[in-house]
């Protein structure tokens, strides 16, 4: 509900929503000018493939309408009761023009022809709340039956139980380490990657830890995140800031702005300026590699650390670098000016 009572679903609301969000989009676009977000019509609303497709190449922008159109028609049943705190705290965020795009999951069920909303539920509350359009990226699967629905919102909850992000926004750790908290939600793995040596256990590792763990971990890098931040926030391309702030490439960065801080972020400035660099040079060939490939899997996040140390390597050492081949992708690997050497 409204405070003046009226349900956030109704069509008055809706209206109000729609007429306020048009009437803010100057703002809004100059709150994300990096994002260059893709503005669907109203007839997309119930095309979570289409959606998924289009979000491959761009944020998809939200409007609240469309927010509030999703919670009803794709809620799922046994979602977790709505924090309204958080919702608010990310609707203060988008207000700012702070939130950074994260993503959310759209789930197409055959058994009973339905589409699930399985994560997202608070960032799509937000969006109503703030009555702002904001990119988003949507990601979509189709399975056959309820019960694989089910396995996909248990995998994801089990993740939100151990409540990481709770614990980061409870300390304020955004704040104190000086970089937007959604940023700071992005890169909260790259210290355990660090820590681990960018192994294929390192999420396994991360689930094992403890919040305030996680968080005296960040405090560690604190400095190196905070310049990092700085260094790579103009990022011309919102999908190559995405890479470069996954966990493996920015422990990857992170180890480099310690050691060798002035040559890491003027390379990790280049990487993300993307600005009329030449191939053959190792911040462009980091990009296309980035631009080229997921990080996803463990295999994924494991070739994406050890090619950012490829072409980290190659620009330290003054040499050209037309490829990024990955021949190990398990083994320990070396980082040019670091103590980190690829030796056991």
């Not at 009803?72 to 609707?91: I, V």
């Not at 996909?152 to 104190?176: F, M, N, P, Q």
């Not at 909260?188 to 590792?205: C, K, M, Q, W």
């Not at 899997?297 to 050492?317: I, P």
Request: hydrophobic share 40%.
């Amino acid at each position: 509900m409204t405070r003046s009572g009226t349900s956030v679903f109704s069509s008055e609301h809706v209206t109000r929503s729609v007429e306020r969000t048009r009437h803010h989009m100057t703002a809004i676009e100059g709150s994300y000018p990096q994002i260059n977000p893709i503005a669907l019509p109203s007839h997309t609303l119930n095309g979570p493939q289409e959606l998924a497709r289009r979000s491959a190449t761009g944020a998809v922008l939200v409007l609240p309408e469309m927010a509030a159109r999703w919670l009803k028609d794709y809620g799922y049943p046994h979602q977790r009761a709505l924090r309204s705190g958080w919702s608010q705290t990310l609707a203060g965020w988008m207000l700012n023009g702070v939130f950074e795009p994260t993503d959310i999951q759209l789930v197409s069920c055959a058994e009973d022809s339905r589409v699930y909303l399985v994560d997202g539920q608070h960032r799509l509350w937000a969006i109503v709340i703030a009555e702002r359009a904001v990119p988003l990226y949507i990601r979509h699967k189709s399975v056959k039956t309820f019960e694989e629905v089910a396995e996909i919102y248990a995998r994801l909850d089990r993740g939100k139980s151990r409540s990481v992000l709770d614990v980061l926004h409870g300390y304020d750790l955004a704040t104190e380490i000086g970089v937007p908290p959604t940023v700071l939600e992005r890169l909260d793995n790259a210290p355990v990657f660090i820590e681990t040596g960018f192994s294929y256990r390192t999420l396994h590792v991360a689930a094992q830890k403890s919040g305030d763990e996680r968080v005296e971990m960040l405090r560690a890098w604190r400095e190196e995140i905070s310049r990092y931040w700085n260094a790579i926030q103009g990022a011309t391309s919102a999908a190559a800031r995405r890479k470069i702030l996954a966990g493996p490439v920015a422990g990857v960065a992170l180890v480099t702005v310690r050691f060798q801080p002035e040559r890491a972020l003027s390379f990790w400035k280049t990487v993300a300026d993307n600005d009329g660099l030449r191939l053959g040079t190792p911040a462009r060939t980091l990009v296309d590699y980035l631009l080229g490939h997921p990080i996803v899997t463990h295999t994924d996040r494991a070739r994406a650390a050890r090619g950012a140390a490829l072409c980290w390597n190659a620009a330290y050492e003054g040499r050209a670098l037309k490829t990024v081949r990955v021949l190990d992708d398990t083994g320990p690997f070396a980082i040019a000016g670091t103590p980190l050497k690829g030796t056991r």
